[in-house]
């Protein structure tokens, strides 16, 4: 089970942002948790998926976008181990929340984004953020709307 991490890990530093996308919702099965095979990859996890959500999201990748926001709301698994801070999940929330074409899932990360908000205590921040998740919308999304399709299929 770790080979299929391994091989999306190398395709997603080689430029596949499907592969990145995959390696970040990590919907693949994992070695035991207290094994040490998982501890491996649990290190491996935790040091790229973050660089790999941060370069999607400035190349205007809704996988990407999609995977990140999957697994920030993750409590098992792989994706449980995804850190990316307070300012990294409200704009992954605001990204998700503006290229939803779903009054009730937009309305979802809308919830998701105010819950990261309020860990950011300094107001010129969380402004800034917004007007950078708007620009990033319009300019690395070009004001599309995410595509819905299930990561089971995507990561086959």
Known sequence: SQQIYLSALENALAGDRMAAACFVVAPWAVPDESSPAFQRLSEIYSANAPV?????????SWPMVRAAASALNSEAGMTSRLSLGAQKAYEISRLMQLGSEDAAMSQTF???AARYGAQISDPAILKRLDEDAGRKFQSQFHG?????????????
């Open 52 to 60: 790999l959500v941060e370069s999607g999201v400035e190349l205007g």
């Open 144 to 156: 599309t709307y995410s595509e819905s399709t299930s990561f089971t299929k995507l990561c086959d």
């Open 110 to 112: 809308g919830y998701d």
